[in-house]
């Protein structure tokens, strides 16, 4: 079952929308409060009307009903202990070289990679080049009489 992560504001959202709901306000007067309030942020006209339509309904619970859908058949134990295998042999590897080798999509692999063995992509930090002085011979015979370019 994939679960959907809601955003802090979403729920908090959610809540607020309860709170007018138990006061008697109507879906209109909630959702023009939320707009002041979150502005570009807050949850959509219809959104608000549905979380209404729930709360005469009964339903007390702010979070989403569990879903049902297909099954993630690439994110098993065995393709994330191959994934591991393959990372521990050679960290250098692309989520594509991976994805190929085990005739899996880019987003299981990531998945895998980030979700399930934890794994993060390092920062590198190039050092900072030299900047080499250039030095003009200009017909000098010594090293005092060179200049710098």
Request: aromatic share 6%; with cysteine.
């Amino acid at each position: 079952m994939i679960v959907r992560r809601l955003r802090h504001c979403e729920m908090e959202q959610r809540v607020n929308i309860k709170f007018y709901f138990k006061l008697g306000k109507t879906a209109t007067e909630t959702h023009e409060m939320l707009v002041k309030v979150y502005g570009v942020d807050a949850v959509s006209k219809k959104c608000v009307f549905e979380w209404f339509k729930r709360f005469r309904g009964g339903k007390e619970d702010v979070k989403d009903e569990p879903r049902s859908g297909r099954p993630p058949i690439s994110t098993n134990p065995d393709n994330i202990e191959r994934v591991r295998r393959m990372l521990a042999d050679d960290r250098r590897l692309s989520l594509r070289m991976i994805a190929e080798e085990l005739k899996i999509s880019l987003d299981s692999v990531s998945n895998i990679i980030h979700e399930h063995l934890q794994k993060r992509k390092k920062k590198v930090y190039a050092f900072p080049t030299l900047r080499r002085c250039a030095t003009c011979d200009n017909g000098a015979s010594s090293d005092t009489e060179r200049s710098v370019c």
